[in-house]
């Protein structure tokens, strides 16, 4: 009888968020260490960004040629092999190749998605897929909190915690994920696009086209935006702005508050989630999102005391645990079932695209003594996200329900047909 995927992939997920969580509070005061500037700093996302922008296609079409296991191997150990490199780092171009390696073998996430479609039948999907959020939930309540204790053993520390844990994800592919044969040898049925590549932009405008997608897609992108000008910036505004106990915030304080936010987010995405879509709708849900989203970032701008700290973090991530869900969702019930890795994978270009453009701009603020308008930055970015709802998720909803209504009818007149 052949064992059932999900457990493994979901400890595999779970095990490489946690890498990955660990090094991001870490990641831009490391580079400090080494001289680097806060705008050079900041950079580091962007590479690690744009090389898994450039390979990430590429690694699609290697897993469906030769199937997903073999590639999600060889994407680990890049990741391994870049954790080690930050780890043993003696200058700062070390570090810029460690991430752009981790980068350019990135992976994991998608051909671990890939995996779950291929062996898990269209009505679990759901389920499967909610299985990889749970993992992203606890990956970023534990990560940070491991950063948090060991960086008091040395910067390297963290980061060889994160190369075990990788480490640990090989040897759970090697021996818990069962073989699959390569999709390309399966019989053609006409269900499957081509994947998108980074230069396909024809394809991209044929989604944009759609007004209703389009307007999702830009509030995606406005989401993604706001929250990776916070990400890339927030460890060097804290390092310079905020105080525990008469000092200026460590790798460790900046650990705990992401974890803190980890928090936030498990216990909505956990228990919350469900009952919030159910009593505001989608529409209603992101625009809540977009609200706290962007009153977090306003109040950390203005953060001077921990009880102030805590209460932009609580905001903040409420905010982003509800909205990039709410999106997601509702971007693939517009999309066909033909259309839904495509799609998908277009909402991940767009991350990527937000990643390589709002770092720098944070660290460059920060870098001029404006850490305060980097977070009001954020705040109005986010607010944007609110302004564009009419577009985007309202109609957006609006047209998913015509959608279901319509599929309703006609399998009524089916039925009734057969009858």
Do not use: K
Request: net charge positive; glycine share 12%.
């Amino acid at each position: 009888m052949r064992r059932s995927p999900l457990l493994p992939i979901f400890l595999i997920v779970l095990v490489d968020v946690l890498g990955l969580t660990i090094i991001i509070p870490l990641l831009a005061i490391y580079s400090e260490s080494f001289g680097a500037s806060p705008l050079v700093a900041s950079l580091l996302i962007p590479t690690y960004a744009v090389c898994q922008l450039v390979a990430g296609p590429f690694l699609g079409r290697l897993s469906d040629r030769h199937g997903r296991r073999p590639i999600l191997l060889v994407s680990q150990v890049g990741t391994l092999v870049g954790f080690i490199m930050l780890a043993e780092a003696q200058t700062l171009w070390m570090v810029f190749v460690g991430r752009a390696l981790d980068g350019l073998t990135a992976g994991n996430l998608a051909v671990a998605q890939a995996y779950i479609s291929d062996h898990t039948p269209p009505e679990r999907r759901a389920r499967a897929f909610g299985l990889i959020g749970i993992a992203f939930g606890l990956g970023f309540l534990a990560g940070p909190a491991v950063t948090a204790w060991l960086s008091g053993y040395g910067y390297a520390a963290p980061f060889w915690a994160a190369a075990g844990l990788s480490a640990t994800s090989i040897l759970g592919t090697w021996f818990l994920l069962p073989r699959d044969p390569p999709t390309a040898a399966r019989p053609a049925d006409g269900s499957a696009r081509p994947r998108l590549g980074v230069l396909d932009w024809g394809r991209y405008v044929e989604y944009f086209r759609r007004p209703a997608l389009r307007g999702l897609l830009v509030q995606f992108f406005v989401y993604m935006f706001a929250f990776t000008l916070f990400t890339g910036g927030f460890a060097l505004f804290a390092e310079r702005h905020l105080m525990w106990d008469g000092r200026y915030f460590t790798p460790r304080e900046i650990g705990l508050t992401f974890a803190g936010a980890g928090l936030v987010g498990a216990i909505v995405q956990g228990g919350l989630m469900g009952r919030l879509v159910a009593r505001l709708g989608e529409h209603g849900l992101a625009v809540a999102g977009f609200v706290t989203l962007a009153a977090g970032y306003l109040v950390l701008g203005f953060t001077e005391t921990i009880t102030f700290l805590a209460l932009s973090t609580v905001l903040s991530a409420f905010g982003g645990s509800v909205v990039r869900p709410t999106i997601t969702s509702l971007v693939t019930q517009l999309a066909a079932r033909d259309e839904q890795g495509v799609i998908l994978g277009l909402t991940q270009s767009l991350s990527s695209l937000a990643a390589i453009t709002a770092p720098p701009i944070a660290g460059l603020l920060i870098q001029h003594d404006l850490g305060p308008a980097w977070a009001w930055l954020a705040a109005g970015v986010a607010a944007i996200g609110f302004l564009i709802a009419p577009m985007g998720t309202r109609r957006a909803q609006a047209e998913a329900r015509a959608q279901a209504r319509a599929a309703d009818d006609a399998r009524d007149a089916r039925d009734q047909g057969v009858a």
